[in-house]
């Protein structure tokens, strides 16, 4: 299947379904049975459902005798708010020193987190679902439609779609824990703008949002799931075609977590 750009509006039980093989940019449905965040809500339910195709790299654990492992990752609470107000020309986060007491690591091993870096990460294109919900937001939500888990006897659901024995695990693997939970993702897609716009991300841990590759949401750092919504009308976007970029990182904890809600229908693009 082709890499460039693709995405897929379907409604209800007229929902088609394209297989995708691991690693590969697709649109799927689920077997029954299938363990992880890969399970689609029910194909009957009359609820448009749109895909954006979400890039997951995923990483091994922090070990200082592995020059191939990056220090972020199961390791210290480190590189909190340490991208740009813009995006570089490859429209990607720009690393810039944090005004902040947490550590950093500096900018060539902060770009491997969506960079590929053979030996380090390993890619997989995976289809992130995103359900109209009631409200007239397109939702996907991991509290929702994540892996279950119970944890510290908390039920729950969590966003771990790369676990061992998912339809996406990779090579890595759970590394000795209980999820898969070591892995960055990004999200690159379009909308038209339109008056009283909204968006809502929440993220355990790491999360960077741009529109027309400008920062707007920052919520970097590990840390608990944390949110925020954004209201269009106060970035006072011209009528048109927009870009918007999402990057998302779960360095370390059991309680990995993932909510982006829009009031715009996104089409995915490939950069």
């Not at 991208?83 to 020193?97: F, I, M, N, Q, S």
């Not at 061992?164 to 898969?180: M, V």
């Not at 918007?244 to 995915?268: I, N």
Request: proline content about 6%; some cysteine; aromatic content about 10%.
């Amino acid at each position: 299947m082709s890499r460039g750009a693709i995405a897929l509006l379907a409604m209800g039980a007229a929902a088609c379904t394209i297989e995708a093989k691991q690693g590969e940019v697709g649109i799927y449905r689920a077997p029954a049975g299938a363990s992880g965040s890969t399970a689609l809500p029910d194909p009957d339910a009359p609820k448009p459902v749109l895909f954006l195709t979400m890039q997951l790299r995923d990483f091994k654990k922090f070990d200082a005798a592995d020059p191939t492992t990056n220090p972020a990752f199961h390791n210290l609470d480190s590189e909190k708010s340490v991208v740009a107000e813009t995006l570089g020309a490859d429209h990607k986060p720009v690393y810039r020193a944090p005004d902040n007491d947490s550590p950093t690591f500096g900018a060539e091993l902060f770009d491997q987190w969506y960079r590929d870096v053979p030996g380090t990460n390993y890619l997989v294109s995976y289809p992130l679902p995103l359900v109209l919900s009631g409200d007239g937001l397109y939702e996907f939500d991991s509290q929702k439609t994540g892996v279950p888990d119970a944890d510290m006897d908390v039920d729950r659901r969590v966003f771990f779609p790369l676990d061992d024995g998912s339809l996406y695990a990779t090579p890595f693997g759970n590394q000795g824990y209980k999820h898969n939970q070591a892995f960055t993702g990004e999200i690159h897609a379009v909308f038209t703008a339109a008056a009283g716009g909204t968006l809502q991300v929440r993220g355990d841990d790491d999360v960077y949002v741009f529109i027309d590759d400008q920062l707007v949401i920052d919520l970097g750092g590990p840390h608990a799931a944390r949110g925020m919504d954004l209201d269009l009308d106060d970035l006072s976007l011209s009528a048109g075609e927009h870009a918007l970029h999402v990057f998302y990182a779960e360095r370390m904890g059991v309680t990995g977590d993932f909510m982006l809600r829009s009031s715009f229908a996104l089409t995915s693009s490939i950069e």
